[in-house]
């Protein structure tokens, strides 16, 4: 089948290499439009992991005109770090964006795999990525402080696994709070988060990335083991192949039934009274971390 614009050769989801391009950057302007997810006043702190998607985003971002800053979180995950971190200095230095680093070990003076080791010798149950999302959402919100607006690179697969995964688990709360605006809503003490790239679907950004040839890399975190969700990622792919809309469809069903952009409402939000973050009980989920591993 030719190109729906212009009869050439397909590259990916029905365009040519040109057109493939525009449809992807149409998604994200449009998405960024009609959820009003930030403007051209706005700073944006793209959360940046030296993964396609991120880089995407960041790139895109910054190629219609938005005033983006690079923020990434070093988990130290050995030589997979390294060479994410080293790919995201050159994309940054070519295209002219500042990058902010910051480091696990710097802040908490152990890398990720140290600090899951400890703790499991302890008797804690923590996987790797339940300890390093709480650690990397905890130092995204303290360091993007001065930024209107965290950015980051969840798409249309991710989104409908993490729906269909709520729906399983029965846990509406967690579903309230996806969307292209995420988490707990404005606050003075959270920066909002959003998801430019809520419309563009994984193979359409890996197809992006390649055609650009961005220096990231595909291949997965040694520390995932989320097995649960790639269940869903398996059955969610095969099942698009007879079924191409399915993942619009369940991110289309989510955002015309239960969806709510003010989230604010529902959440109490505290201070924690060890490190002064903002927190929903005495001690936020980083401190009980960092406690449990001094113990
Ligand atoms: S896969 Fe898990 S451990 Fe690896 S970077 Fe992502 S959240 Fe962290
Ligand atoms: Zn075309
Ligand atoms: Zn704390």
Redesign the pocket.
Known sequence: M???????KILCSD??????VDYVENKVRKTIRKYKLFTKKDKIAVAVSGGKDSTVLLFILHKLGYDVTGITVDAKIGNYTKVNLENLQSVCKKYEVPLKEISFREEFGYSLCYIRDVLKSKGYTYSSCTICGVLRRYLLNKYAKGFDIIATGHNLDDEAQAFLMNIFRNDLTVARRQGPISGVGKTKKFIRRVKPLFNVREKEIETYSKLHKFPVNYNECPCSVDAYRKNFKKFLNDFEEKHPDVKYNINNFFMNSIYTENKESKVNIGTCKICGEPSANDKCKVCIILENLKS
């Open positions: 030719p190109c729906k614009k212009c009869g050439k365009f040519c290499r040109s057109h493939f």
